[in-house]
């Protein structure tokens, strides 16, 4: 952790100052002179920017929050910083995350966790606590976060931030350390709708190196800001409201709907009942995926390498002393239960199922699509909670995804947007689109601002 003067909120897990000056110092320099440079600065240039580090950068390190990566420098920029550079936004540094981004805390980082700012005894979500609690602690602007399972957007509900998770292969995820391949994206952390849209721009677009890349071209998802809602049909998903969810965001959800109601949006009821099984199939999908993507972490390719105590040095006892040493309880309990669920024999009764609701889960969102132009709901059914509540009970820290989770097993959009606050502390409203429709959770996003 950096004591980077922020009252120990714990944010940052590297500062880059020196260069963040630099950048800006450029862009200074650019906007004096004045001319045809000037005028073709992107608009965020010079805007500072934080960054999950789950996402490699040059020359800075990156650790994905574990101890197995401590020290590790990439020798390579991820897609969405070398655009982040293009255009000029002084990076400011790495943030805190749940190692490998395995959590909805943060507590489960090798660097101790990162303190939510509205109240320091509380957890500011996760996995991307660093990058909410850096944009609502003020220290920074603009953050970039990557969501899985809602590690964007449960951080943003409970830090009164905006957080964005993307059509799933519209941000390249080249660069982003893979956790669950088929369901992670990278995304913004903002304070405003517009300030996510814009960045959502800058980082969208296809990208040779990611495999699952989109073609599309960006469309300017800031020109749907300026619409009204009239007539925008706005679907509650019965399934994700009710049991579970505290009094005091479903009433910060209602008043949410009385305000679009208000704006002339049209709120009907739609039924997702596979919705009720999802987080059963991303606790087989994500370990699965998460526990082939781990293997790269050997001893010998990447970061730490530790050799047994005594015996012999053969590559599988390196192999095991290393990952013994270098990944947290979390990261092992994922890996365990993922290569159980893919063994031989198992396949059908876990793997093969999960991908089963994953199909109906998204058969829900399109028969709800037709009814409805984009989805709305609560996106965590808590506010934070204090630090220690949940950590010794995985299936509690596990149902804070509930709502956030469908999404990503359907690669559509999904935006969280600050929508009041319970007992003093933020309450998140989510929206979600259709994949590719985008442009459509910033627009609905807009009226609650
Ligand atoms: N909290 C979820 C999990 O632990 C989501 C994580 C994420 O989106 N990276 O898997």
Request: glycine residues 12%; contains cysteine; charged residues 20%.
């Amino acid at each position: 952790a950096v004591d980077g003067g922020d009252s120990g909120i714990n944010a940052f897990l590297h500062v880059s100052a020196e260069e963040a000056l630099a950048t800006a110092a450029e862009v200074d320099a650019i906007r004096t002179a004045g001319g045809e440079e000037a005028q073709a600065l992107h608009p965020l240039a010079g805007v500072p920017i934080a960054i999950k580090d789950l996402i490699v950068t040059k020359g800075q390190p990156t650790t994905a929050g574990s101890k197995m990566l401590e020290g590790w420098m990439s020798p390579y920029d991820a897609t969405v910083i070398e655009k982040i550079r293009a255009a000029k936004l002084p990076i400011l540094g790495k943030t805190n995350l749940d190692e490998f981004a395995m959590g909805s805390s943060t507590e489960h980082s090798a660097y101790g966790p990162t303190r939510n700012p509205w109240d320091t005894s509380r957890i500011p979500g996760g996995s991307g606590g660093g990058s909410a609690a850096a944009v609502a602690a003020f220290e920074a602007p603009l953050a970039l976060g990557t969501d899985t399972g809602g590690s964007i957007r449960q951080p943003g509900a409970v830090t009164g931030t905006v957080g964005t998770k993307p059509t799933y292969g519209s941000v390249s995820r080249y660069g982003a350390i893979a956790m669950a391949s088929s369901l992670d994206q990278i995304g913004p952390v903002t304070r405003t709708v517009e300030d996510a849209a814009l960045l959502h721009e800058l980082i969208a677009g296809h990208d040779p190196k990611d495999s699952t890349s989109l073609p599309d071209p960006v469309p300017p998802f800031s020109a749907a800001l300026s619409q009204d809602v009239a007539g925008l049909r706005v679907g509650v998903i019965k399934q994700l409201q009710g049991e579970g969810y505290q009094q005091g965001v479903l009433d910060r959800f209602q008043e949410a709907l009385e305000k679009l109601r208000a704006a002339g949006a049209e709120i009907v009821e739609v039924d997702c009942p596979s919705f009720d099984s999802a987080l059963d199939a991303y606790y087989l999908i994500m370990p699965s995926e998460a526990s082939s993507n781990l293997a790269r972490y050997d001893g010998v390719r990447y970061g730490n390498r530790v050799l047994p105590q005594e015996g012999p040095i053969t590559i599988e006892r390196v192999m095991g002393a290393t990952r013994a040493a270098g990944f947290g309880d979390e990261v092992k309990r994922r890996i365990m239960l993922g290569t159980y669920a893919l063994s031989a024999g198992y396949y059908d009764a876990y793997y093969g199922s999960a991908q089963k609701v994953r199909t109906l889960i998204q058969r829900d969102f399109d028969a709800a699509f037709e009814k409805a132009d984009v989805l709305i709901s609560p996106t965590s059914p808590v506010v934070a909670f204090p630090l220690g509540e949940k950590l010794d009970d995985p299936l509690a820290m596990y149902l804070n995804d509930v709502a956030t989770i469908p999404a990503n097993l359907a690669g559509i959009p999904g935006i969280s947007v600050p929508g009041g606050l319970s007992d003093g502390l933020p309450v998140g409203i989510q929206f979600l689109a259709p994949a590719r429709e985008d442009a459509r959770v910033y627009h609905a996003a807009g009226a609650l601002e």
